[in-house]
């Protein structure tokens, strides 16, 4: 079984699917961002946490390139 630490970095209180944080599984270097409940949850199942994004961006960087940026 894999363990994660999940950071929750900001969470809406009358929208709580709306959550920005980063995972990062345990004994693997890097992390991945995620700017909601789906993309969270899509880190969880996936069978790998590759690619790992750079440990400072977590994540943004690959959110940007396939045009999720939601900023």
Do not use: C, H
């Amino acid at each position: 079984m894999k363990t994660y630490i999940v950071r929750i970095y900001r969470l809406e209180r009358d929208q709580p699917l709306s959550l920005v944080g980063v995972v990062e599984e345990v004994g693997v270097k890097g992390r991945k961002g995620f700017t909601n409940y789906d993309e969270l949850w899509g880190i969880l199942k996936s069978p790998t946490m590759l690619p790992p994004s750079s440990p400072e961006g977590g994540g943004r960087a690959e959110r940007i390139s396939k045009g999720k940026n939601s900023e």
